[in-house]
């Protein structure tokens, strides 16, 4: 290596560092393999856009006609607010239901786990129909003593409407599913962090709040945004209650009534795209607050200065101490 | 109890009388007694297993007495008496009891998704309810007695092991406890973050805190401990003046496990 290493700075090359050693400028592995799978890869896509392109059957202007229809338009509204009302049920169910699972009071325990057995353990399609009928099971909702007078009374379809049960039914059944999936998140912080806030006197909840639920996020969004776009498909199944707005049901419509149902069901399949991109998008946010201090973290520049001075007590004696070494850099 | 004419002048703080600890069937301490005074150091050494980090953790309910009697500053710890009978302190009268004694992990738990700042305050405003504007000024001063006040704005993540446990002991001394436990503060470092560490603790002890240390580190024992206690089986072998109980053990035990940590 000597020979090739100049040492003295004005036979250095174009390229080469002023200071410290060569550095490797090794020719990398050459990968033929994937530049063949890449054309095999392009000329399929190729092929694909082309037939997709001139093939007369997908009717692209009927797909333009509707892409803003109302009635389409207005399936994407209900079908955001079932998504989002759904899921603001179950996440704050589900965080309900992690702590009560976590809990020394065996009662909780209990409910927590018989809620996830029950709404875990039957169809989400069977669920929706029930809602749906619950009104044929108790035509009024009445408040009153149990057992004894009651004080008013509401009917049953009045309070819950397709859209109540649609809502309900959805939550409830996604609350299960997530309650796992935050039970896993709690679960997934160390237990020091548990001991070091209970050894500072502070109470339980805060400390689940405070401390166990941020750090869990973490392990609780990736699922979480899982779910959410599942929920956006999910959706599609309140025809069961019945609850007939919904994207899925509005694109349908027009496709029996047209005679056109591959336009429509391109539609419908455009919007579902295009809300879970927005959907992974909020996610990217989401996780990235919740990994502070986690994840992405480079070592933090250091501030050069003279070591710091123990600023002791007033009544420390001031005995003179063993001088510190600069602190020191990760 | 005899006391002497020595000691009258100092306070027992923590009176810890005949305490035994089963998990199931394990028997891992076997009647402890101890007495650690007003501003005293006391330091537990003993192997692995021996109990001295399960005494520690029983002295702020990490862990639930099986038999026997904790006292801290005449708060008996954990329980209630009337009527002849031991009644369990509710979950909010621990936490309240714990408030004033802080407490040093060997694995540091400091909180990761917070800056060592944040770290400091969450207990004084949380807890004690402090303003933030009070409870960062209080936490600036403490991370520059730990030396570390330019790293106020760092996550654990970003600091050292030694830094880690300084910003630890600064998170523990916010809340102005009567009393400091350590667990082994020093096990979990390299060699050379060590002393960083030890001189923190020995300027807490000069400055006049209570501190019961559970540590490997002999030489720390011999040139801070007040007292010196060999844990070895779930009892205490032998306790007295550091110094002493180092060059002349009485136990065979004791000599035994010196020679092999010395």
Sequence with gaps: MSTLAPTDPATLQPGQRRRGPELINAVPVRHPGRWAAGAIILLFAAVMAQSVVTNANFRWETVGKYLLDVLVVQGIGWTLLLTVLSMAIAIVLAVLLAFMRQSDNPLFRGVSWAWVWFFRGTPVYTQLVFWGLISVLYPKL???????????????????????????????????????????????????????????????????????????????????????????????????????????????GIANRSYLPIPLLIVAAIWYLVITSIL??????????????????????????????????????????????????? | MIITSDVVTKEALVRIDGVHKYFGHHHVLRGIDMTVRQGEVAVLIGPSGSGKSTLLRCINMLETISAGRIHVSDDLIGFRESRGRLHDLTTKEIAAQ????????????????????????????????????KARTRAMELLDRVGLANHANHYPAQLSGGQQQRV???????????????????????????GDVLNVMKDLAKSGMTMIVVTHEIGFAREVGDTLTFMDGGVVVESGDPRQLIANPQHARTREFLSKVL
């Design chain 1, 142 to 252: 009445a408040v009153g003593v149990p057992f004894g007078p009651e004080l008013f009374s509401l009917s049953t379809q009045d309070v819950v409407t397709a859209f109540v049960a649609a809502v309900l039914g959805l939550g409830l059944n996604e609350s299960a599913y997530l309650a796992e999936i935050f039970r896993a998140g709690l679960k997934s912080v160390d237990s020091g962090q548990m001991e070091a806030a209970e050894a500072l006197g502070m109470r339980k909840s805060k400390i689940m709040w405070r401390i166990i639920l941020p750090q869990a996020m973490r392990v609780i969004v990736p699922p979480t945004g899982n779910e959410t776009i599942g929920m956006l498909k999910t959706t599609s199944l309140v025809l069961a209650v019945p609850f007939t707005l919904d994207l899925t049901f509005a694109t349908n």
């Design chain 1, 280 to 330: 992974m998008v909020g996610q990217f946010y989401i996780e990235r607050h919740f990994g502070k201090g986690v994840d992405n973290l480079v070592p933090a520049p250091v501030k050069a200065g003279p070591a710091p001075v123990n600023a002791l007590p007033a009544t420390a004696a001031q005995a003179p101490r063993t001088p510190r070494k600069e602190d020191e850099v990760l």
């Design chain 2, 98 to 133: 714990r408030r004033d004694i802080g407490m040093v992990f060997q694995k540091f738990n400091l909180f990761a998704h917070r800056t060592a700042l944040q770290n400091i305050i969450e207990a004084p405003t949380q807890v004690k309810g402090q303003s933030r504007g």
């Design chain 2, 168 to 194: 630890a002991i600064a998170r523990a001394l916010a809340m102005e406890p009567e009393l400091m436990l350590f667990d082994e503060p020093t096990s979990a470092l390299d060699p050379e973050l060590v």
